[in-house]
């Protein structure tokens, strides 16, 4: 029976996320760093990315984000799954999203990565939006304590 917890416990976190997408072969599965903010989820895309590539065929999609700790027995799940739609790059919420990964501090961010990974400023820059139409939460922290749970 899953035993639920607030979303936002894992969307204000720095943690990879999944991106699941539809294709011809069947699903696919893009690691991904996110930002939340109100109600949507944004996810970095390029014009010619594969996961930009299949949204446009078919938007449906779901994340997964998973905080797993194995020495404290912390394991929190939360699924989102909607429709996905894509927009023009917005270098300010892009470096929103930067800042929760990288810090606060852009001057202490990897140049070489800014510049040849990031791109900031590029127009071929994509936004993934997804406003979820249903989540799903589970905390089976327990799973290393027995019946008391690791968190909260």
Known sequence: MPTPFDPQALLTQPL???LATQSADGPRVTPVWFLSE?????ILGARDGSSTRRLQVDPRCAVDITRF????????????????????????????????????????????????????????GRLIRLIPSSTF?????????GPALAWP
Do not use: C
């Open 16 to 18: 990879l996320a999944s």
């Open 38 to 42: 109100g109600k949507a989820v944004w």
């Open 69 to 124: 700790e194995p020495d404290t027995g912390i394991l929190l799940h939360l699924g989102l799954r909607g429709t996905a739609t894509l927009h023009p790059m917005d270098p300010a919420l892009f470096r929103r999203l930067l800042q929760k990964y990288l810090g606060r501090d852009q001057m202490t961010w990897n140049p070489w990565f800014i510049d040849q990974i990031a791109r900031i400023d590029d127009l071929d």
């Open 137 to 145: 939460t589970n905390n089976v922290s327990y799973f290393k304590t």
